[in-house]
């Protein structure tokens, strides 16, 4: 079954404490990209990745990082330069660029105490 | 400054009744648009799009209208159902080659009432 995998559903973490979250997906996507939404929110794009070994800076970057190593994965480290870390974290990917519908994963609740 | 608005943050239709959600944009730029749905601690879900050359896309209960000449856009839900309560996300974007980014609306959350 295709889809978007991201773990954990939910995260706590200490303030001042890096945390990477998970996203795996077996679409054939080359396009993938991190969001994150706060309450009241809409979603705002952190990063996103045309192609492997490539990805460029969203709306709101400071504080977050990422890799693209592979195809399928995309893991997004919030670093402990993030102001405000906690809010709910979601992964998508499409086939290519924003001619193409985006498929979202559940997405990962992250707190930070 | 926020491109793409949605100004009612809740809304609440009777079941069978037409729900209607609104989207204002203010980039001219912007030429397609893209509504989506959010069942809580879930992932957005892709519902109905709409091209700037045409006015009207229709799937099955999901209408989406949009008036270029007012920035705005609204997506009808005829009738609704209470599986249909949800947050509904506009998103727009400029096409081009190279273009990855949508931009989102704050979100309408509505609730339909049996």
């Known amino acids: 079954d295709g889809g978007i995998t991201q773990s954990p559903k939910y995260l706590f973490r200490k303030e001042g404490q890096n945390v990477t979250l998970s996203c795996e997906q077996n679409?054939?996507?080359?396009?993938m990209y991190w969001y994150r939404q706060d309450p009241g929110q809409g979603l705002r794009l952190i990063y996103y990745s045309q192609i492997v070994n490539d990805f460029q800076k969203g709306d709101i970057a400071e504080g977050y990082s990422v890799s693209r190593e592979k195809k399928e994965s995309f893991p997004l480290t919030v670093t402990s330069a993030q102001k405000n870390p906690t809010a709910f974290y979601l992964c998508?990917?499409?086939?290519?660029?924003?001619?193409?519908?985006?498929?979202f994963g559940p997405g990962t609740r992250l707190t930070v105490t | 400054d926020q491109q793409v608005k949605q100004n009612s943050p809740s809304l609440s239709v009777q079941e069978g009744r037409i729900s209607i959600l609104n989207c204002d944009y203010t980039?001219?730029?912007?030429?397609?648009f893209l509504w989506y749905k959010k069942y809580p601690a879930e992932g957005p879900t892709f519902l109905i799009s709409?091209?700037?050359?045409?006015d009207k896309n229709e799937d099955g209960r999901f209408t989406v209208f949009l008036n270029k000449s007012a920035k705005h856009l609204s997506l009808h839900i005829v009738p609704s159902q209470p599986g249909d309560s949800a947050v509904y996300f506009c998103a727009a974007r400029i096409s081009g080659a190279g273009s990855y980014q949508l931009t989102f609306g704050k979100g309408t959350k509505l609730s339909v009432i049996p």
């Open positions: 998508a990917s499409s086939i290519g660029d924003s001619s193409y519908e985006q498929y």
């Open positions: 980039n001219s730029m912007f030429d397609y």
């Open positions: 679409l054939n996507h080359d396009a």
């Open positions: 709409i091209s700037s050359i045409k």
